[in-house]
């Protein structure tokens, strides 16, 4: 939210376990219209190469949200 009060482009990054509290927060700095990005839940414990995929398969959705070309 830091950076988006400076007129920056920025995509929240959550897991879905955090969707309500991150909105909730971003709601009350006057920043309910943050792009948000959901990941699954939980990361943690996963193999590495399961969160990478899903890091893979996020990416052109996190880029469009940015505005940006891939």
Not at 39 to 63: C, H, K, M, S, T
């Amino acid at each position: 939210m830091v950076v988006e009060d400076l007129a920056k482009p920025v995509v929240l990054v959550v897991t879905s376990e955090f969707t309500r509290i991150a909105s909730e927060l971003a709601r009350l700095r006057k920043h309910s219209a943050l792009r948000t990005l959901v990941l699954p839940f939980p990361l943690e414990g996963r193999p590495d190469e399961e969160v990478r995929g899903i890091a893979e398969r996020a990416y052109p959705q996190l880029v469009q949200l940015l505005g940006a070309k891939h």
